[in-house]
Structure formats: structure tokens, C-alpha cells
């Protein structure tokens, strides 16, 4: 059947109980009019809009079963086309890729008893655009449409309804799309739902329709997921409206997040908080902070001001300049605790409201600006003292390290150091480190100090060795003549000892074969040794005999260097070192190694001998 096929545009009137076409039928949708009070009912068959005759038209099922019906073309502007499920299930096939309704869709059900089980669906080729009306009405069964639809016009979905979208199709609201929303409560099934079954994007209107009795039971804080979807969400609304309004100053608020988009309901007043504002980052000065606003309602803005409070996080006051939601901590901030206060602003007015305070805020840790100084007289006995050197960031202790020739000295980590026998002729420099709350410096190191026997800045440098026959460059068994050729500068000493000096230190004191020793020598031995240098003795630490040094400690001693018994001479102890070349001697006192040295081993093989021998210098 075709009305306004071609030539003139007829006219139909429907009356009584309209135009029935049964199953398998066609319908032409042309430049005629349908005119009466019921409309043309198409039941399984085809329609084709070819043309702009005002027409109603429903689409429904045979009675008893579900059935198609196809579809050409789509609505013009003055058609109305109605899907009723009240006979069953209900598809809409369309057959044109991209149609655009510009007219009117309605999804309904005349008969609510059925409609609960009846399912309705829409099947489109491409995209669908809707540019004039579709309603999923509120009598309405599931509904779902299978391509994607774009909303250039309104689409409505009554309260306790919902549009379903196939898995993958893709819904769009244009600028000038608006989709309207029926509310009758916040529970499922009080609200109407798009369900999208992929991407979403939106813009153009969101206008809320609640039911009279929500207008007046919306409460602050409830929420209402109008779209949900399975795929990404792009843009919002540009507008969100209630039609009617909401009473007691209660307005519909857009929320998005990655699974839905939901209207929460806000009060049209001043903002109020219902989550403080929040500062991160970390309290020490140099370091930036952060501040969040907390949650509003009212759709605020917000102005920021930060404030330095004490250690409790009271008696707060502004810090100029500091109104932005970051801030950068300085050495005015050591000391105290920082909070954030938070304005939030609307047309209905303001609301301020701040934030727990941070933890102190610690300054940076020290930095050297000037290295520390060793100061004192650098001999053997006296006190030096080391400074602190200069800092910045406030240190509140400091550490010590002295140091002999830059290897730290065990136990030395004191502010003062006394001069001991191991540091002539060593530099000394101490170091410093600087700690406050923020934490420790870097260590910085005073300059070198020499620890320097008077006198002893001309003579020459100590070889370091003791080896064999020899203590330096003086060798056992020279002559007088040859060691004073050997080392130019020397002195008489107590005892018939000459005293070789060295740079900066202890020197070298050797002597000879003494008249007393000579009597008690076969003649044989008398001549060999005469004038000849038998002991050679130094507490310079530059020399070491096995390893062992003055200034050291006895006790560890014995076992590694075999020594013999000690023999007690005037205030001092004196061992005897089992030797190759020769045997080595230890001068002791106290438990404390004073001097290290050599001595002839014919003169010194035996216990008598080494006594005789001893005793010779009288007490050394």
C-alpha cells in the first residue's frame, strides 16, 4: 500500500480502531497525509519513508509472537513513528546506512502488563543521527539499539527505562544534541539509563526530568548514573539543567570518571567542604609543597594562603606572597609546622577551610663555607684545638677527626689533640662535620700542620730504613770520620752518644765501642771494634724495626719480635731482638716503645753480653 506514492498526494483517514496491515505488507510512507484519530498499525511488514506526509505510524508485533519490520528511510519532520511492544518483542530493521530521524521516535507500550517481558530493539546500519525526537517512553520495555547513534536533537529516556547500546556501538551528543533524563529516586530502576556499549562523546545539554516527588525528596549527596559505558568517555556536557527544578536550593552536578557519568545532587548556597584541604611533599626547606583543595560542593573556586605555625600547629600567621596552591619552603620556615587555608568561592558566596598542619620543617643539612683551622704549638706533648670552620643552615653538633698525614687517628675525635711521639715529623690537619635536623655535611679538612723538632727544618729527610746493619744512611761498624761524612750536622750528647739530626723530627744517636766495653774484650776483639759505631738508636716513626715503631705499645710486641728477657736499666727496660746482621734493641719505659735501634751482634749474642754490653753506655 502506498499513500502519496506518485502523482497527487492522497490522503487516509484512519478512524475507529485506525489501519490495520497485516503480516508481510508494505507500507509506503509518501507525500500523503494520515489523517483521523488513530494511526496506520503495521504489523511484521515494511515501511518506506520516502517522502515528508504527516503521518503516524506504529510498528508492532503480530499478536502472539515477536516479529521485524523493516525499514527504509526514516521519519520526517511532522511523521511520527511509534514502536509498541504490547503484542511481543518488536524489531525495527533499518535498511538505510545513515539515516537521520528528524521527526519523531517513540518506544512505548500501550499494554503494561506485557510489556515487562517483551524486549524491543533497533536495529541501524552505520550511524544513526537524531535530529528531531526519540523517546523511550515510560511504559517502555528493554530497549536497544544496535549501531551507534549520534544526538544532534533530543533524545529522552524516561525514568525506570533504559537504552542499551550493542557491544562496540559508539554514542555521540552533539552540541546542539540534548539528552533528557527522567529521576523519580536514586535506586535502580527510579532513573533512566543510557547504557553505551562503547565510546562515548559528549557535549550539548544533560536536562534531568524528575518526577514531582523527587523535585521535593532529592537530597544533598545523591547520586545518579545516567550513562554508563564500556569503552572511553571524551568531553562533558556543556550545560546540566532540571526541568522542573529541584526544591531547597538542590541543583544536579556532572561527575565523570572511567565507567560512568553521573548527576550528584549539590545545594545552591555558600561552598561547604566535606573533605579537608591536603598538602604534600616534603617539610625541608628547599622543597616545594603542594596543596589540594579538598571536596566542595557548590562548584566553587578556590584562592590559596599559606601560613607558618609553631611546633603544635598554633599561633599561625600568613606568609607574604605565598597565595598559589604550591610553596617553596626557606630558612624563615625552619622551625615550624606549615599549613594551607583554602577559600572556595561561588555566586551564593565563600567558605574557608584549612588543612592539618605539616611536620616541622627541617633545614637543609650544613654546607662548608670556610674549611676549619688546627691551631697550637705543634710539639711534642702540647695541645692543639681545631675550630669548627664556617656553615650554613644552622649546625647544632659538630664532629671531630684528627688526622696524621690524612689517615685518621684512632680515637682521636675530640675538638683538642696532644702532640704524641708517632706525629714528629708528620703533618697533622683535622676534619669537621656538620649535622642539624636537616642531616650531616660533607666532612671539610683544616690545611696541614707540620709536627717539627726545633732546629730540625734544615736537616735531611729520614729514608725510612732500618735494615740489616743499617739505620738510615749510618751503617754499624762505621768510623767516626765516615759517619760524620755521611751526615754533616751532629751533636754531643749525654753518654758519648752523637746525635745525627732529620727534617722535622727525631734524629738518629749513635755511638762507639766505649773504653769500659774495651777492657772487657779478648784482644782479637778489641781491635775490630774500636772506633767503630756499635749502636745506633732513633724515635723518629719514619723507621721501623720489624714493623714494630715508637711510640707503640710493648705488650703486642714480645711474641712477633722474639724478644729476650728485659733488662732493667736506671729508668728504662731494654730488649734484645734476635737478628741476622744484627740484633735489634727496643728502649722502653712505662710499656711505651721510646726508641727503636740496631746493635753489633758479636757484642750481643748472649744473655751476659747483651748486659755487658748495656751497661757500658751507664744507663743509656
Not at 130 to 150: E, M, Y
Request: hydrophobic fraction near 35%; glycine fraction near 12%.
Amino acid at each position: 500500500m502506498s499513500n502519496g506514492s506518485g502523482g497527487t498526494p492522497g490522503t487516509i483517514a484512519a478512524t475507529g480502531s485506525g489501519l490495520l496491515l497485516g503480516q508481510g505488507m508494505l507500507f509506503e510512507q509518501g507525500g500523503g497525509a494520515i489523517t483521523g484519530t488513530e494511526p496506520v498499525v503495521l504489523q511484521a511488514g515494511s515501511l518506506d519513508y520516502f517522502s515528508d506526509g504527516a503521518s503516524t505510524i506504529v510498528v508492532e508485533s503480530a499478536p502472539g509472537g515477536g516479529s521485524t519490520t523493516d525499514m527504509t528511510g526514516a521519519p520526517a519532520a511532522g511523521q511520527t513513528l511509534k514502536l509498541d511492544g504490547s503484542n511481543g518483542n518488536v524489531t525495527l530493521d533499518s535498511d538505510t546506512s545513515g539515516a537521520t530521524n528528524v521527526g519523531t521516535i517513540t518506544v512505548q507500550c500501550t499494554t503494561s502488563s506485557v510489556c515487562p517481558a517483551t524486549k524491543m530493539e533497533l536495529e541501524t546500519t552505520g550511524t544513526m543521527t537524531n535530529s528531531g525526537t526519540l523517546t523511550v517512553a515510560a511504559s517502555a520495555p528493554p530497549t536497544t539499539i544496535s549501531g551507534d547513534l549520534t544526538n544532534t536533537g533530543t533524545l529522552n529516556i524516561a525514568d525506570a527505562t533504559t537504552l542499551t547500546g550493542f557491544p562496540g556501538s559508539v554514542f555521540s551528543n552533539d552540541a546542539d544534541g540534548t539528552l533528557a533524563i527522567g529521576v523519580n529516586g536514586t535506586h535502580s530502576g527510579q532513573f533512566g539509563q543510557l547504557a553505551a556499549g562503547g565510546n562515548v562523546t559528549l557535549g550539548g545539554t544533560l536536562e534531568l526530568m524528575p518526577t514531582a516527588s523527587y523535585v521535593s525528596d532529592a537530597t544533598f549527596g545523591d547520586t545518579i548514573p545516567v550513562i554508563t559505558y564500556t569503552g572511553t568517555r571524551s568531553n562533558s556536557f556543556a550545560v546540566v539543567t532540571s526541568t522542573p527544578a529541584l526544591s531547597n536550593r538542590n541543583s544536579f552536578t556532572e561527575v565523570d570518571d572511567d565507567v560512568q557519568t553521573r548527576v550528584d545532587v549539590e545545594v545552591l548556597g555558600p561552598p561547604a567542604d566535606t573533605a579537608l584541604p591536603t598538602i604534600t611533599g616534603t617539610p625541608t626547606q628547599g622543597q616545594t609543597l603542594t596543596a589540594a583543595a579538598g571536596t566542595w560542593t557548590g562548584g566553587p573556586t578556590f584562592s590559596f594562603r599559606w601560613q607558618d605555625c609553631n611546633t603544635a600547629g598554633a599561633g599561625c600567621t600568613n606568609i607574604a606572597g605565598a597565595t598559589s596552591s604550591t610553596y617553596t619552603l626557606t630558612s624563615a620556615d625552619v622551625g615550624h609546622t606549615i599549613r594551607v587555608s583554602v577559600t572556595a568561592t561561588n555566586t551564593y558566596g565563600f567558605y574557608t577551610s584549612t588543612s592539618q598542619p605539616s611536620a616541622t620543617v627541617v633545614p637543609l643539612a650544613p654546607a662548608n663555607t670556610s674549611p676549619p683551622a688546627a691551631s697550637g704549638n705543634p710539639q711534642i706533648g702540647d695541645k692543639l684545638s681545631c675550630s669548627q670552620g664556617g656553615w650554613t643552615n644552622a649546625p647544632t653538633t659538630f664532629s671531630y677527626q684528627w688526622n696524621r698525614n690524612h689517615s685518621p687517628i684512632a680515637g682521636a675525635t675530640t675538638s683538642t689533640y696532644v702532640v704524641g711521639p708517632a706525629d714528629a715529623a708528620q703533618k697533622l690537619s683535622c676534619t669537621v662535620t656538620a649535622s642539624n635536623a636537616g642531616g650531616s655535611s660533607g666532612p671539610s679538612t683544616s690545611p696541614q700542620i707540620l709536627v717539627a723538632v726545633p732546629g730540625t727544618l734544615t736537616c735531611p729527610k729520614p729514608s725510612g730504613r732500618l735494615q740489616g746493619t743499617k739505620l738510615g744512611p749510618l751503617a754499624l761498624g762505621m768510623t767516626h770520620a765516615q759517619a760524620h761524612h755521611t751526615l754533616h750536622r751532629y751533636d754531643l750528647i749525654a753518654y758519648g752518644f752523637e746525635h745525627y739530626c732529620l727534617y722535622a723530627g727525631y734524629g738518629i744517636r749513635v755511638n762507639y765501642v766505649t773504653p769500659k766495653l774495651l777492657k772487657k774484650l779478648p784482644a782479637s776483639e778489641r781491635k775490630r771494634v774500636e772506633g767503630r759505631l756499635v749502636i745506633a738508636m732513633t724515635a723518629n716513626p719514619y723507621y721501623s724495626l720489624t714493623g714494630v715503631r715508637a711510640g707503640a705499645r710493648i705488650g703486642p710486641m714480645t711474641h712477633k719480635l722474639r724478644l729476650g728477657k728485659v733488662f732493667r736499666i736506671g729508668l728504662n727496660d731494654w730488649y734484645v731482638a734476635p737478628g741476622v746482621a744484627s740484633n735489634g734493641l727496643l728502649k722502653v719505659r712505662d710499656g711505651l716503645i721510646y726508641e727503636i735501634g740496631i746493635a753489633n751482634k758479636q757484642l750481643t749474642t748472649g744473655r751476659a753480653a747483651q748486659r755487658r754490653f748495656l751497661t757500658s753506655f751507664s744507663s743509656g
